[in-house]
C-alpha cells in the first residue's frame, strides 16, 4: 500500500487507534483527558458535544467516568460509523464543525475539542458555530462552557511544516497570543489558558516508541511505506516540540 493516506483519514485514525490502544487520536490519550477535565466535577446528567470526536474513544471515556452524556461530532462518516458500533452508549453525528447548529439538536452544557480546532479550515467560523449550538449566560444558569486541548505553534511551525500525504500536517495549530481575543469575538469569554509542553514532548517520545514497536502491525495496515511515513510525521512532530516550535495547551472558556 502505498503511503499516500493522510494521519486525519479513517486509515491514518486506525492505526494510532492501534498503536495508543484505544480510540484516541490526540496526544496523552487518557492522561490528557484527565488533565483537561481536572476541576471539571463529574454530573452524569451533563451533555457534552465532544467535537472533532474520531473513532469516539474520548466520547466514551467521559460517558463512562461519569463526566456527562455525550453527543460526538466528526466529518468523517467511516470514523463515524466505527464510533457508532463500538460505543452504542453515546450519540454520534456526522457533520462540519461550521454546520453544528444545523444538526445538535441539544444545547450542551460542556463542549470539549481534543486535537481537533488545528485542523478545522475555518477556525473562528467554528467557534461561531459552537457558540451558536451553545447556551448563553444568564442570570439563573452560566453559560456552556469549552475545554480546548491542542497543538499550539510555539515558534514558527507553520512557516516550515511537516507535510502529510501533500498538505501540512498540524494544518493549523494555533498561537496562543491573540487566542482570547478570537474565542471573543465568536461569543466567548476565555477563563483560563495552561501551557503544558514538557508534557507534550513526554507523550509524544512515549508514541514514537509506541510505533517502533508496533511497526509490523502496522506494515501489514499499511505497507512498509506507510510505516515510514507514519514514523516520520511524528518523529518529526517530536522533534519539533523538543527545538520549541511547537507544544501544547489546555484553553477554558464560557459562552457569554
Known sequence: MASAFAMNSFLGQRILALVRDGDYAHAGE?????????????????????TGCGRGGTAEYLRRHGWGRVVGLDIQAESIAAA?????ECRFLVCDVVDADRSVDEMP?????????????????????????????????????LVLFDHVDRDGYQDAPLMDAGEPFLRNPPRLAGLPERLDAAGWRATGMREIHDRYIGW???????????????????????????????????DAALAGRLGAAIVTAERV
Open 84 to 88: 457508532r458500533q463500538r460505543y452504542p
Open 204 to 238: 509524544y517520545e512515549t508514541l514514537v516508541g509506541k510505533i517502533e514497536q508496533s511497526r509490523d502491525r502496522i506494515t501489514e495496515i499499511a505497507g512498509r511505506e506507510g510505516y515510514d511515513h507514519v514514523h516520520a510525521l511524528y518523529r518529526g512532530l517530536l
Open 30 to 50: 487518557e492522561e490528557a483527558i484527565e488533565l483537561a477535565m481536572a476541576g471539571i466535577g463529574k454530573d452524569a446528567g451533563r451533555l457534552i458535544l465532544d
Open 109 to 145: 452544557d460542556l463542549i470539549c475539542l481534543f486535537n481537533a480546532y488545528y485542523c478545522f479550515p475555518d477556525q473562528d467560523g467554528a467557534l461561531r458555530a459552537l457558540a451558536r449550538v451553545a447556551r448563553a449566560a444568564g442570570a439563573a444558569r452560566p453559560g456552556t462552557r
